[in-house]
């Protein structure tokens, strides 16, 4: 059963990229409530608040009845690399908030995946022998979900997996077996749909700079293997085109989530398509600075001759949204996604159990609102 978790601080207010060719992949309907817009209406709109109240508040009255034994409990993070900006503000907070809720620091130990699948193998290998309490994994290949999971259910540890979600059948076999594992994140169909909504919000008028009645567009992507690429490269698209309207690929590019590799796509799909492209969709706002960076070099202007969207809200891209710079971003609340992570951490330790999939709410960020978020992330 999915539960939806209410968002911590809403509530509380190749070139060398592979060319991965446009269009899109047939996968399900995305169940989302798009139509939302402002925080003030996401927070309205948490239906599952309740359920995740209580699940924070077990997590809270467990960690109080075990008093400081959380304090002798050992955390195993894996982190599929550390040199990601998002993630860095992921584990930032994970780290801080462990600590909040009792653990000792010197417990809590973060590695480095380095984006590589074996490396991060064998630290899974080494907390293991190291007999950890409890472990958080952000793997490297969520195709990887179905041999780490054996490897730590097997060895009796609990694993919360964050950030890159494994696919259904794996998810299933946690519930079919009653394993203690699950997985926190948010519903990548999400982001992507409101990355798409607005950019639709702007009116054919303004988007088609030229007149033909089309949008066109490119697309910088994540790692192609991570279901938020997948999904935001897909849905963003889909948004325009169940708004109506015609839409023209004229590039599809895999970015790998790197400001630095975005911004040579960019530049080259400047000069090659040049006053051609109206839309940049960027999967993450590393990539949207890096192709905010090309766009400026051309001499082009967002908002003027082109619009730019990414995802995350970092604060440097919700600094351009809030200046014209950007279009717009995707708020990728890492508050909500790592303390639900941690209260799941700390339920399994005492036996309290979780849901197998604990999802969290992004939120469109405009002009309109993004002080209000830069506030918070700040
Ligand atoms: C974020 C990206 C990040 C990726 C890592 C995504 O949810 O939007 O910025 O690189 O997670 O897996």
């Known amino acids: 059963m999915k539960k939806k978790v209410v968002s911590l601080l809403l509530a509380a207010t190749m070139v060398a990229a592979m060319v991965t060719g446009c269009g899109n992949t047939d996968t399900p309907a995305a169940s989302n409530n798009a139509a939302d ?5 996401n927070a309205a709109d ?49 780290e801080n908030y ?6 000792s620091a010197s417990n809590i ?16 290998d080494n907390f293991i022998a190291d007999q950890v309490d409890v472990l958080i994994i952000n793997p490297v290949n969520s195709s990887s979900a179905e041999t780490i999971t054996d490897k730590v259910v097997e060895a009796g540890i609990p694993l919360v997996y964050i950030n890159r979600e494994p696919d259904e059948a794996e998810e ?29 919000d702007l009116g054919l008028d303004t988007v088609d700079l030229n007149g033909d009645g089309v949008i066109q567009y490119i697309m910088v992507e994540g790692d192609p293997e991570n279901v938020d ?14 708004a109506g309207l015609e839409v023209d690929c004229l590039s599809d590019q895999v970015g790998n989530w790197q400001q630095g590799e975005a911004q040579s796509i960019v530049a080259n799909a400047l000069g090659q398509f040049g006053e051609d492209i109206e839309v940049v969709f960027c999967n993450n706002d590393a990539m949207a600075l890096g192709a905010l960076q090309a766009i400026e070099s051309a ?31 995707v708020f990728n609340d890492h508050f909500s996604q790592s303390h639900s992570a941690a209260d799941a951490a700390i339920n399994f330790i005492n036996g309290v159990g979780n849901d197998y999939y604990i999802g969290c709410d992004y939120v469109k960020v405009t002009q309109d609102n993004a002080q209000e978020i830069l506030d918070m992330v700040k």
Not at 109 to 124: E, F, P, R
Not at 301 to 310: M, S
Request: with cysteine; hydrophobic share 40%.
């Open 46 to 94: 948490n239906t599952g608040d309740v359920a995740a109240d209580n699940a924070s508040d077990a997590a809270d009255a467990a960690a109080d009845a075990a008093g400081g034994d959380l304090a002798d409990k050992k955390v195993g993070v894996c982190i599929y690399q550390f040199s990601d900006n998002f993630m860095t503000l992921f584990r930032t907070e994970l």
């Open 109 to 124: 130990t973060i590695v480095d995946g380095a984006n590589d699948q074996a490396t991060q193998t064998g630290q899974i």
């Open 299 to 329: 001499g082009r202007t967002v908002g003027e001759d082109i619009f730019l969207v990414g995802v995350d809200a970092l604060s440097e891209a919700l600094e351009d949204v809030l200046a014209g710079t950007m279009t717009g971003t």
């Open 98 to 103: 462990l600590i909040s809720q009792g653990f």
């Open 229 to 242: 690429a997948q999904y935001r490269t897909e849905f963003s698209v889909k948004a325009l085109e169940d």
């Open 172 to 200: 299933q076999r946690w519930e079919d077996n009653g394993w203690d594992v699950t997985y926190v994140g948010c519903d990548a169909r999400q982001s992507g749909t409101f990355q798409g909504e607005m950019i639709v």
């Open 37 to 41: 817009n402002t925080v003030a209406d």
